[in-house]
Nanobody, 119 residues
Framework: QVQLVESGGGLVQAGGSLRLSCAAS????????MGWFRQAPGKEREFVAS????????SYADSVKGRFTISRDNAKNTVYLQMNSLKPEDTAVYYC????????????WGQGTQVTVSS
């Protein structure tokens, strides 16, 4: 399995932008589908975005479509989440996750990074 470390969280005003990064260990990063999830206080963890390991296909939660973009750099073993037009309701701990080819479900998780959007 890969180990994941997120960074890039912080405090931003509504309408601002942040880019989260997730650095992965291991030599097989390119064979993992990657995802971002978030958990707000008092709420369950929810899906934000995912990116396939091979064909570049992406998926987004309706709440972030058109504002967030997931991307990856396999040479750097890193996946990104560009977040634009941030809203206070985007405030949450954001987690990076990895799903190995042929395996259902995300099996590797990072420790999370806090994103706080002020109104």
């Amino acid at each position: 399995q890969v180990q994941l470390v997120e960074s890039g969280g912080g405090l931003v005003q509504a309408g601002g932008s942040l880019r989260l990064s997730c650095a992965a260990s291991g030599r097989t990063f390119s064979t993992y589908a990657m995802g971002w999830f978030r958990q707000a206080p008092g709420k369950e963890r929810e899906f934000v975005a995912s990116l396939s390991w091979n064909d570049g296909s992406t998926s987004y939660a309706d709440s972030v479509k058109g504002r967030f973009t997931i991307s990856r750099d396999n040479a750097k073993n890193t996946v990104y989440l560009q977040m634009n037009s941030l809203k206070p309701e985007d405030t949450a701990v954001y987690y990076c996750a990895a799903r190995r080819v042929g395996v259902s479900g995300f099996s590797s998780w990072g420790q999370g990074t806090q994103v706080t959007v002020s109104s």
